[in-house]
């Protein structure tokens, strides 16, 4: 069949068609054939120029033997030509082949490349060749880096592992000499991953992690090895056969490969060998010291002596100061804290260890004790304590005797607390709230009071005794209560589901696990509902979350009540054994807020119930969503040179640091980075801010605002009269001092300020346009921000008194103090939704509460005149942290018994993040 000639502008709309898709045909040079290198020119992607430290060009006769003709030691000029000059050796060598070999994590980066050779010294051409391009906004091609244009460039798929070149196309020609072929060192063989635990790392300074131990044969041939996980290089120039990988998370599953280079070169890499980084194993039989009293002594500077409850059964007590173990193996309860291991921040905490020397979870921490210098006068802040109030008792029954809870509300002025049972002292220096007295038999009479102390002074002063309360202590356990736990709805996420649970009479908390895996339960935590507020919201007041659900199987639950609140423990950081640092595991119960020593008694449980989850994604014409069921590691990155390392921020210590992973650039602005850490932990991401110095860390208790920002690597074009939605689901435990943003900037326009910008006129961005969505506990906010000028301008959308109209007479009054546009502290691990639809001059703002109770929305036009100054644009979740350790003493005062934070920590705000994400619609929804 004869094919029919298409007519000239047929022809001239084809070949413009094959142009615009098939770039790599473009070749506008004829190939050079082999040549010396005289110099290299290259340019990166703007904005990424510090990702190219570390790239090395190379060259081949026969695309496997390759040889560095020059590097990149030095962050080059961004956005502009750099050109490297290669040496007299290498001009002797010619090559067919030419490449760019990026450093590990950059993901190339590099806008253009070009090489001159030859008697001339000219650009030799060729035809290019390299791994594949991302590919998502704006066809991130090999071919890009070779096109002659600065605003495109290669962007590969992955932050590893790339290359891009040109290849001189020609036949080899006998010219100057050329080095010798060496035979590569072959593949290792037996390699070997173990993976370990260790409580007490001797390299770590103390501090207890994962480790995965590696150990292979030698290879013939082999100088040296390079170890690679999950495809990316973590280590060169290995030269016995073994090595230990520290920078691991527990519960994360990692895949090694292994590399020998000889003098002929690297070679082959071995088959990948996976394994699983190690939980601690924590003592199932110990419960961790309760009541850690503090005594001040001063040796010169302030010093602490440690004391604690003694545990039935245990063979003896470990001690650790903010992460590093300090006392191991204790026979006695009490330990001195000389000077030397004590620091602003520091906390303690202490672990039972049982005769096998496993040891419990970690005790609830007391913090640094500060001792006035007797031969000094008191400090200007030194007080008369208040007398403690509100005191109250509950009769416990915990692991087999019975023992008296008792709490109390304190005040500021208070550094520690004494305890008197029946007229006589029993603790002296309590750091906490409450006291556990285990010292009682079953059906005694007792009554309790409290004073506090003020150490501040020369000699510490001791405040006026509270008034007394009585309690007759427990005979025997809890009767079971009656009849089971009556579920009233499970509304089933993504990959979790709310459970809402009728009340129990008698019950404190609640707790859900999978009848497949029951060691491992979480709690509904801080049930302080009160029955006015029950009444009004009857399915809000109990509600557990239960995540990590397989969406294919789904899973079979129980739910449980119980008797006093599940033990917390630490799970941003490591305080002795059963924590872990960025973990995703932990082999414990899951969001306890009780004292680390409590077991709780089951009171009544559910039926056996089966919940399937649905998988949820978004479907607008461009489209981001994680659920974060595959996230990738995350791996530190430099700094990028806008934020200048060790920069003083509003006249106070900053800190900052970045990193990414195949999704998210997540960057940490004023933090603490000894504490502040994020992890992935049953598909939540979760982040613990501190502001400032916390334990542990030199930092003043206080710089001004810590920022956890998350920005997704792709962005948004909504020109056109297009509609932006950002999604997102997040645990609504805020207050003034810890809150949510979400922003939008221009794509391309690099964040530098996200907290309190338009207060020092800083400019959240480079040009200064923004606009802020602020999500507190008793206000939202959205502001643009058009540009940056001698006066900050900024356009106000949506501002607390607008809570006043009409579309706020729905608004949930959880406290019964006011309306609160989301939520208490009861809300602790209580994912709300949150929406924000946008296009260039209209707004929709949508809050939904845990099982889909109580859409809240506002929808409005921008005010005439404004409208969003930009198209394409870059998202951002931000964590804010104000101040906490002011917070710290207000909760002292009104709330002691409310937690914003997990923990009982003083410094950190935890948060889970879920289901986040963006998408393009073609315009509001209905």
Known sequence: MKVPLL?????????????AVLPVLAQPSVPSGPSAVTSVRFCPRPGYAYRMVGGRFQGSINKLNWTTIASISTTPPDNQWSTLTIGSYINRVSFRYLRYLPPSGSYGNIAELEFTGGPKRAKLNGVPFGTPGMDRNYGDYYTNAFDGNLSTYFDACAPSGAAIGIDLNAPFVPGPPQPPVRLLPASPTGLAATAEFTPDCTKTGGIAMPHVALSWKSVAGGSYYTIYRNGAAVQAGVTPCGWTDMDITSGQTYAYELSATGPGGEGPRCAPVSVTAPSPQVSALMTPPANLCIAGLWMGSTANILSWQPVPGAAGYNVYVSDVRVGTGLTVPNFTLTPNMLWGGALFTVTSVDAQGMESIPSAPAGVLAVSNPALPANWWACTPEVPSVLVIVPQWNQGSPRNFITWRGHSSDTVYNVSRDGRKVASGLSNQYFFDADVKPGESH?????????????????????????????????????????????????SAVIFIKPVPGATDYRVYDIHNPARAKYAGQITYQKSQCADLPRMALSIEWNGINPAVGADLVVEAVDKLGPFQRMDGIIGSGAMKMSGISGQAMNGQGDPSNVPETLAQSEVFHVNCAPVSLKGAQAFFDTFQTSQPFVKQPLPAYVPPGSQYYGELHDYAAYDNDKWEVRQYGADLTNSQFFVMDNHFMDTTYDGGGPGSPNPSHNNVASMVMMPKATADISGGKVLHITFEADAHLSGRRWLEVGIGEAGDELINIAKFETHNQGPTTSGKFMRWQIQNENMNLDMFPSLGGVYSRVDLLQFSDWNDAQTTSRIYWDHTGPLANGTPQDLDKRHKFDLYVSKTHYRLQETMPGGLYNTVRERDFPAGTSLPFDKCQVYFVHQVYHTWNEYHEMKDYNPGEQYWYNQRAFADERHWDNMGFEVLSAFPN
């Not at 000699?459 to 009656?482: C, Q, Y």
């Open 7 to 19: 007519p000239a502008w047929a022809l001239c709309a084809l070949a413009g068609t094959l142009s």
């Open 447 to 495: 009554s309790y009071a409290v004073t506090g102390v003020n150490t501040d002074w020369p000699v510490p002063v001791e405040g006026i005794l509270s008034p007394s309360i009585s309690t007759v202590t427990l005979d025997s356990p809890l009767t079971k209560a009656t009849g089971k736990v009556t579920i009233t709805e499970v509304v089933a996420n993504d990959d």
